[in-house]
Nanobody, 128 residues
């Protein structure tokens, strides 16, 4: 079992930066890829970024490429999402996710169905 807790959200002006953190408990997190997803009001949850269990493989949604960076610490128990040059359309609740499935060491899934454990989410609001 894995429990995930996000933090670091808040209100920021367009062009600003935020760093989200995802603290995990449960030893399986270090062997799991990690994903960040977001959900804006009235919209479906969408993929933002993912990283393999070893950190060597990463994927990004086209809308955040070049602005967001996903990472995880060496112990693999804390994940991060560095968000720069934020735009109003980035406003959403951001969720981190982990999987109980076994993936290769270079796999960083982009489909939300690949993930089984979810945090409670952290609100990011970007004002124009």
């Amino acid at each position: 079992q894995v429990q995930l807790v996000e933090s670091g959200g808040g209100l920021v002006q367009a062009g600003g930066s935020l760093r989200l953190s995802c603290a995990a408990s449960g030893r399986t997190f270090s062997t799991s890829p990690m994903g960040w997803f977001r959900q804006a009001p009235g919209k479906e949850r969408e993929f933002v970024a993912s990283i393999s269990r070893g950190g060597g493989s990463r994927n990004y949604a086209d809308s955040v490429k070049g602005r967001f960076t996903i990472s995880r610490d060496n112990a693999g128990i804390t994940g991060y999402l560095q968000m720069n040059n934020l735009k109003p359309e980035d406003t959403a609740v951001y969720y981190c996710a982990a999987s109980r499935k076994i993936y290769s060491g270079t796999s960083s899934p982009v489909n939300l169905l690949a993930y089984d454990y979810w945090g409670q989410g952290t609100q990011v609001t970007v004002s124009s």
